[in-house]
Nanobody, 126 residues
Framework: QVQLAESGGGLVQAGGSLRLSCAASGRTFSSCTMAWFRQAPGKEREFVAAISWTGGRTFYADSVKGRFTISRDNAKTSVYLQMNSLKPEDTAVYYC???????????????????WGQGTQVTVSS
C-alpha cells in the first residue's frame, strides 16, 4: 500500500514557477513508477509527466515538455514537479500517482496507476 500527499500548489502569475511535491508513505516507494496528472474544470484528467523507479526514464505530455521537470528522491520517498513558464491553461488540480511496485512500465494513462493523492490546486492568472 502506498499513500500519497501533494503540496506546493497555489496562485501564480503567467510566466511564473511553482514546485509541487508528493510525499509517499510505504517501504515500496523506490520500486514504484510515479507520475503527475492534472484535471481542469470540466475536463478529463490528463497525463503530465512520469518517472521510472531509478529516475532514469522520464516522459512528458507535449503541452508541458520543456517547461516542466519531474524528479524523485527515493531516500526522501518523494517525487517533485518543477513547473516553469506557467500558462493560464496549466490551471488545474494536480495529482500524484503511483503504480503497483515492481512494474516495469512507465504509464501515461491514469488507468495504469493504482495509488492517488488528494490533489493540489494550481491556478495561473493571466
Amino acid at each position: 500500500q502506498v499513500q500519497l500527499a501533494e503540496s506546493g500548489g497555489g496562485l501564480v502569475q503567467a510566466g511564473g514557477s511553482l514546485r509541487l511535491s508528493c510525499a509517499a508513505s510505504g517501504r515500496t516507494f523506490s520500486s514504484c513508477t510515479m507520475a503527475w496528472f492534472r484535471q481542469a474544470p470540466g475536463k478529463e484528467r490528463e497525463f503530465v509527466a512520469a518517472i521510472s523507479w531509478t529516475g532514469g526514464r522520464t516522459f512528458y505530455a507535449d503541452s508541458v515538455k520543456g517547461r516542466f521537470t519531474i524528479s524523485r528522491d527515493n531516500a526522501k520517498t518523494s517525487v517533485y514537479l518543477q513547473m516553469n513558464s506557467l500558462k493560464p491553461e496549466d490551471t488545474a488540480v494536480y495529482y500524484c500517482a503511483a503504480d503497483t511496485p515492481l512494474r516495469l512500465r512507465v504509464g501515461r494513462t491514469d488507468v495504469e496507476y493504482d495509488y492517488w493523492g488528494q490533489g493540489t490546486q494550481v491556478t495561473v492568472s493571466s
